[in-house]
């Protein structure tokens, strides 16, 4: 079941109680392998990866980290060696039967009697339009810890040129730009993941300024905002 970008929050600052991990963050190895005709595995294109609740304590975690973890040794006893099994590492649930190898997770890729399309599915390009939105809510919400409000006479001349640069963008002029401006203060990489910008000061929203571009100015009520570069 694919989890849509407006549902993601509920997963925010979930952690995997396997790994640990945000349950919102993968790595490579997290995402899913092909099973091809003739037996053998392929990794496939990273764009999606899986999240396995226990059905019988709730727990969440990377489907990875049940092969990791949940893949359990079983001892025969003396000199008849070790089965496998695979088990919930919290509240010891049976999910597959005993096996006389361990599944690792690339030839187990689906969890025994649990499909994929029964478990939780994050689209990574879901994911990242998730985060980039959740910058703007906490930016909206806690505007001193983002955005620092300066005087327009206090800015660098480049500034006041940026500003004026931004302001000629919807046709105003330097001098139809309000006192009060707004510094961003986030890491220049961190840029790139920003998809809407709102005004400080009126809440419009605020055209979004090419990637070189250094500041924007609100139409609607001329207040200017510099931005990270
Ligand atoms: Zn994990
Ligand atoms: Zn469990
Ligand atoms: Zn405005």
């Known amino acids: 079941m694919r989890v849509s970008v407006e549902k993601m929050g509920k997963l925010d600052g979930k952690t995997c109680f396997i790994c640990g991990k945000y349950l919102l963050n993968n790595s490579t190895n997290d995402l899913a392998y ?18 396995f609740e226990c059905p019988n304590c709730g727990k969440v975690a990377h489907k990875r980290c049940w092969y990791d973890v949940g893949e359990q040794k079983i001892k025969k006893g003396w000199f008849r060696g070790s089965d496998w099994r695979m088990a919930c590492p919290s509240c010891g649930l049976q999910l597959s039967s005993t096996r006389s190898e361990r ?7 689906q969890i025994p009697g649990h499909p994929d399309d029964e478990l ?30 300066v005087g327009l006479g206090s800015l660098s001349d480049s500034e006041t040129n940026a500003v004026a640069a931004a302001a000629g963008r919807i046709g105003k002029t330097i001098r139809d730009v309000a006192q009060q401006v707004f510094r961003l203060e986030l890491p220049p990489e961190e840029r790139a993941e920003i998809k809407q910008l709102k005004c400080q000061n009126c ?15 609100c139409a609607h009520c001329g207040t200017a905002h510099l931005l990270p570069t």
Do not use: C, N
Request: aromatic share 12%; net charge positive; glycine share 12%.
């Open 34 to 51: 092909l099973q091809l005709p003739s037996g053998s595995t392929q990794r496939a294109k990273p764009d999606k990866y899986y999240l």
């Open 103 to 109: 599944t690792d997770w690339k030839r187990g890729y």
């Open 120 to 149: 939780i599915e994050l689209h990574v390009g879901d994911v990242l339009t998730w985060k980039a939105g959740s910058i703007f809510g906490k930016i909206g919400k806690a505007i001193d810890s983002f955005f620092k409000g």
């Open 203 to 217: 809440g419009a929203a605020l055209p979004m300024p090419d990637l070189f571009e250094e500041a924007v100015v």
